[in-house]
């Protein structure tokens, strides 16, 4: 497993935006991109994973009903596939949704993306209903894990 350095960045952060755009164009190459370019929202929490001062992966959440958070925007470059990095990125989501009191964490992937699913499936998250913005889509698959509450 790669070592990893997981930072905060503001919405407008470059790398980021460097990152949101490989995974979109990567999608649209998949068949299942929106076209759409990134549109940074402030009332999203973003992460950046870095690797040897390079910034090669990017996840975010952001808060939906009380107690909820929606994982969203994981993206791994690929020559860093592999190496433990998505998982890394995961559970730094995970602990900041559950210190902001969001124990339940949801997400939303492609049904053409397997390696996605397998990652959500063996990290904790079984497949729920379609949830918001994704009911009715065809091409969604949504997730949820409850995690354990913290002691106070």
Same mark, same amino acid.
Request: include cysteine; charged fraction near 15%.
């Given at each position: 497993m790669?070592?990893?350095l997981?930072?905060?960045?503001p919405a407008l952060d470059p790398e980021l935006a460097a990152l949101v755009t490989a995974q979109q164009r990567e999608l %649209?190459? !998949?068949?299942?991109?929106t076209g759409k370019i990134f549109e940074p929202h402030d009332d999203v929490e973003y992460l950046i994973g870095v690797v040897n001062s390079?910034?090669? %992966?990017? !996840?975010?959440?952001q808060a939906l009903e009380e107690g909820v958070a929606e994982l969203l925007r994981m993206y791994v470059r690929p020559a860093f596939r592999g190496r433990g990095l998505a998982r890394q990125m995961i559970v730094a989501v995970e602990e900041e949704a559950l210190a902001?009191?969001?124990p339940v964490i949801r997400l939303e992937t492609g049904v053409y993306l397997p390696a996605a699913i397998a990652l959500?499936?063996?990290?904790?998250y079984r497949q729920i209903p379609a949830f918001g913005g994704y009911v009715g889509k065809s091409s969604s698959v949504c997730f949820e894990k409850k995690l354990p509450a913290l002691v106070q």
């Open positions: 790669t070592s990893v997981i930072e905060s960045r %649209a190459e !998949a068949g299942a991109g390079r910034a090669v %992966a990017c !996840a975010a959440w902001m009191g969001r959500y499936q063996s990290s904790g």
